[in-house]
């Protein structure tokens, strides 16, 4: 199975601040990458696809790079909406795996 | 506007057995792939389960396998997971998704999630 990681677990910021999280796949991937967010008792929110496409009616403050086996998610400009969760998910083998999450707190 | 909506969950002893259900509906349900996706309490996301838009192909993740089973009726525009010999480990919220895929693009992706269904493993 590819293996996703994710860093840091758990991040403090501030509104207005730019934020970024990693994922790292355990092979290459290309860019089946897609980017979840999810807040406390809701279902998963897609967010950006492929890597670096934002799902429609996302906000352009959130931003998706990388390719094979390194990602990143950078928020620009931090809002209150934006304290949640965050998952990547690896869409290239069968067993589509998630990162174990990163919680974006105040 | 596309709805996914759960049902079935419960409490049920290790050993037990519980049927799930999805009722889909605002698209066209037989040309989208479905997914179980679960999150035991307090953790991270787990991808369970798909099957294909006209049913003949399944895959699980390595934990369920022989002992959950999907399946899904086009003309009723439903998903279920057959859950059986269940563990306290199989305690979680289970999602039905959405699955969008266009190889051509790298585009694989779950764009529509339900709001879940809690499965409690316990005496």
């Known amino acids: 199975d590819i293996q996703m990681t994710q860093s840091p677990s758990s991040l403090s910021a501030s509104v207005g601040d730019r934020v970024s999280i990693t994922c790292r796949a355990s092979?290459?991937?290309?860019?089946?990458l897609n980017w979840y967010q999810q807040k406390p008792g809701k279902a998963p929110k897609l967010l950006i696809y492929?890597?670096?496409t934002l799902q429609s009616a996302v906000p352009l403050r959130f931003n998706g790079s990388g390719s094979e086996t390194d990602f990143t998610l950078t928020i620009d400009s931090l809002q209150p909406e934006d304290f949640a969760t965050y998952y990547c998910q690896q869409s290239y083998s069968t067993q589509k795996t998630f990162g174990q999450g990163t919680k974006v707190e105040i | 506007e596309v709805q996914l909506v759960e049902s079935g969950g419960d409490l049920v002893q290790p050993g037990g057995s519980l049927r799930l259900s999805c009722a889909a509906s605002?698209?066209?349900?037989?040309?989208?792939?479905m997914n179980w996706v679960r999150q035991a309490p307090g953790k991270g996301l787990e991808w369970v389960s798909v099957?294909?838009?006209?049913?003949?192909?399944?895959k699980y993740v390595d934990s369920v396998k022989g002992r959950f089973t999907i399946s899904r009726d086009n003309s009723k525009n439903t998903m279920d997971l057959q859950m059986q010999n269940l563990r306290a480990e199989d305690t979680a919220v289970y999602y039905c998704v959405r699955r969008v895929q266009k190889w051509s693009k790298q585009e694989d992706y779950f764009d529509h999630w339900g709001q879940g269904t809690l499965v409690t493993v316990s005496s």
């Open positions: 099957i294909s838009g006209i049913g003949d192909e399944k």
């Open positions: 492929a890597a670096s």
């Open positions: 092979e290459s991937i290309s860019k089946y």
């Open positions: 605002g698209f066209t349900f037989n040309s989208y792939s």
